[in-house]
């Protein structure tokens, strides 16, 4: 694993648990004074491509991370914490 975070991207089809993810997402990079530009993804071709079967997802460096529910933000915290 790299530890230097190139790209980040939450992905999903709108609904409000991925838009919340992308505020979280937001917020902790926000706070960890880290300035990256969170990618919102909708094209269900790239969830397929990435093997996401189910939203809200987050994915660094295009590697999931995270499918399928709303983590908290101390979680997206550890998560991004480990490729720092």
């Known amino acids: 694993m790299s ?17 919340k993810l992308l505020e979280i997402t937001n917020e902790v990079l926000s706070q960890l004074g880290l300035d990256i ?17 189910s939203t809200p997802a987050l994915a660094i460096n295009s590697r999931p991370v995270l499918s399928g529910r709303l983590p908290s933000s101390e979680e997206v915290r550890e998560i991004i914490s480990k490729y720092l």
């Open 3 to 19: 530890n230097k975070i190139e790209s980040v991207e939450v992905l999903g089809s709108g609904c409000p648990k991925c838009h």
């Open 37 to 53: 530009k969170v990618i919102y993804v909708t094209e269900i071709d790239r969830m397929i491509a990435m093997g996401i079967m």
